[in-house]
């Protein structure tokens, strides 16, 4: 079975510290992808990143970053001088490789980020 | 280029009532999906359909009904409402195959609150 697990809740940051907001996740699967998306106060969700399992790679973009580790199975997101507007709530979530798989996502619980200005 | 559109936007239900939710996409996507969004349980999957004329169970399907008559449309059903069934509700549609490492598989409506009393 597929699993994705976020096990923080809620953090809460005051504005300029870095966070790291954690994904680990469970599949069977030896090919997959992995995603972040994000949902501000507004409730439509954004996509952040997409990674597939053969690419350990780790990937930065602006302020954020994303360390994916095969070895642990987990997939964390960190996002350096966090500013007010990265309040939101966060998802990771898995997908499988096949037809039909395409949308079908395994998503975390989430975890509400809140910065504090 | 609307993208997903969903319709409505909010809806009060009393238990026992019924009502449809339209999904509608014009992007030419073969699959499309209904999740459905509880707090501290992040997203999961409702219905989803890989094709016209098509549909599918997802993680928690009891309570729905599906329909996908025309490509572009994916209704979701209630025949009976719940208080169970509170919930935010997203649509989302899909590609058969992604390109790019940027994408997102999956295009999000911006949701549909349901409240059951």
């Known amino acids: 079975a597929q699993k994705v697990t976020q096990a923080q809740t809620e953090i809460s940051v005051v504005e300029k510290e870095d966070v790291t907001l954690d994904c680990v996740y469970e599949t069977r699967d030896t090919t997959y992808y992995l995603f972040w998306y994000k949902q501000p106060p507004s409730g439509e969700l954004v996509f952040l990143i997409r990674?597939?399992?053969?690419?350990?790679q780790n990937e930065i973009s602006g302020r954020y970053s994303w360390n994916f580790q095969k070895s642990t199975s987990s997939f964390n997101f960190t996002i350096t001088a966090s500013q007010v507007v990265d309040s939101a709530v966060y998802f990771c979530a898995l997908s499988g490789r096949g037809s039909g798989n395409t949308g079908k996502l395994i998503f975390g619980q989430g975890t509400t980020l809140q910065v504090k200005p | 280029n609307a993208g997903v559109t969903q319709t409505p936007k909010f809806r009060v239900l009393k238990t026992g009532q019924s009502m449809t939710l339209l999904c509608a996409q014009d992007?030419?996507?073969?699959?499309m999906y209904w999740y459905r969004q509880d707090p501290g349980m992040g997203l999961r999957l409702i219905h989803y359909s890989v094709g016209e004329g098509t549909t599918a169970k997802g993680e928690v399907p009891d309570g729905y009904n599906v329909s996908r008559l025309k490509k572009q449309n994916f209704l979701l059903g209630l025949e009976s409402a719940a208080p169970s069934q509170t919930s935010v509700y997203f649509c989302?549609?899909?590609?058969?195959?992604?390109?790019?490492?940027?994408?997102?598989?999956?295009?999000f409506g911006n949701g549909t609150r349901l409240t059951v009393t």
């Open positions: 989302a549609s899909s590609p058969t195959y992604w390109t790019g490492k940027d994408n997102s598989p999956l295009h």
């Open positions: 992007m030419n996507h073969e699959y």
């Open positions: 990674r597939n399992s053969f690419d350990e």
